[in-house]
């Protein structure tokens, strides 16, 4: 998957500007603007990146990213720039498995031009979909120094210690914070 990420990192040829802001966490006491980041929703996968153990389900409308153990999915290529700071989504563990967690990584290319991957988060979560907590991006500060004030990144999703046979973690509606209505 590392060299996928690679490739499409360095064709990033995604659209910047232009994004409907929603506020889908406003039931959670969260009144920021968000943005659907591409297939966010998951009602297309198409160019998601996705191992063995990781699949989208549901029944076209409803759809979600589902890990197994050792599940890894790496989403589209995301155009961030400096003020886009966090990523937000609903998720869910039946894995029957208290140390059971999601992984956040940000995958971007480095100054040096190489792949580098940057775990922002380490998720537990219930079995009853909820709003994850807000991630930082931590690496959008590097499209201040892109010459179009934009970084190409990809967020992947990796799940740990799921024990039950059919357990499995489940994210959706992965959004984009914008910084603007803070």
Known sequence: MEASALVRLSAALTECGGRATTNPFSAWGDDADYFLAPEGDFSSSDRWT????????????????????????MSPVLCVTADLPTIRFFARND???????????????????????????????????QPALVIPIYVNSLAAFASDGTAPVVIQFHATGVKAKLGRWQVDDLYVDPFKGH
């Open 50 to 73: 996705m191992n063995d153990h990781a699949e989208v389900d549901g029944d076209g409308g409803d759809n979600a990213l589902s890990l197994q153990d050792g599940g890894d999915a």
């Open 95 to 129: 894995g029957g498995a208290a140390d059971s967690r999601l992984e956040v990584s940000v995958v971007y290319e480095g100054a040096d031009g190489n792949v580098k991957r940057l775990k922002v988060a380490r998720l537990r979560a219930g079995d009853d979909w």
